[in-house]
């Protein structure tokens, strides 16, 4: 009998389900709880409880604490969580087509984002769907930036510059500016430029704010290079096993979670870039010269990730350019 009963308990914890019929999500995200996407994520959680009168518990595990980010996903396909927060573009290796949104210069505005996500969605969806996956919603980090103490005016002004690479498309930008790119994580920041290791990068200024770039740099280009998303994720068997009720509050709290992100993330840009300004960093809007020489690197960078996607790329940036 205690037998039977560890199995039930077990299968409970597995379907996300309680001894007292109501529903138990775990979900894993990798970001700290002062986030703005953590943020949204907790009002998400609490949204679906108000709406489905606590039928649906959804527990946040931030800061990659119940689950490191790279094994989110898996996590999420496997059920050994239901429901988790995964940087789009980390899963470019998968393929190719979630590296969309991280395409140097092709989208450089939050309306210009917001079309590329309706461009891309229904790809995205269907690669998730195919895993097990449902995608719940996502939402944009402020467009990245570079950080440095040279003054850059075109982009042969960057040429031979230390620069921060964290992923293949950040790489492959240096090399295409004649940058040196060295693989630098987000907290290992601040000692890379003060050993002198970098002395340029591109993020966001949530990143830069957080990581005290006015210590290291003294100028922020606002060049808005992309805007890269984060996306919430549920086990498609999970949301499956719940009641039509409790589907629908899922479905309409992640509607309301997108929306209120969005414009969280246009407050966090603004907020931040006023943060490194206060702190004695110059903010600067780019010359003619510079953006002009870099949407040419993205559009060489554009027509790379063509090459690699094929007929669903095209798809995509077609439907973006209409």
Known sequence: MERSKAIAATLALALGTGTAGAAQWNMATPYPDATFHTQNIQQFAEDVAEATDGELEITVHSAGSLVKHPQIKRAVQTMQVQAGEVFISLLGNEDQVFAVDSIPFLATSYEDAERLWEASRGAIEERLA?????????????????????????????EGLKFRAYNPTTSRLAELTDMVATQVEVPEIPQAF???????????????????????????????????????????????????????AVLEAAAKAESRGWEMSRAEAAEKKA?????????????????????EIGATMTDEWLEKTGADGEAIIEAYRQ
């Open 275 to 295: 943060i490194l300004e206060d702190n004695g960093m110059e903010v600067l809007q780019p010359s003619e010269a510079l953006m002009s020489g870099l949407n």
């Open 130 to 158: 195919d895993d097990g996956i449902r995608l719940l919603y996502a939402v944009p980090w402020p467009a990245q930036g570079l950080y440095t103490s040279r003054e850059v005016d075109e982009v042969s002004d960057l």
């Open 194 to 248: 003060s050993t002198g290791i970098v002395e340029a990068m591109i993020t966001s200024p949530s990143t830069g704010a957080n990581s005290k770039a006015w210590d290291f740099v003294d100028r922020f280009y606002d060049i808005q290079a992309w805007l890269p998303k984060n996306m919430v994720i549920v086990n498609e068997q999970a949301f499956g096993g719940l009641d039509e009720g409790s589907r629908e």
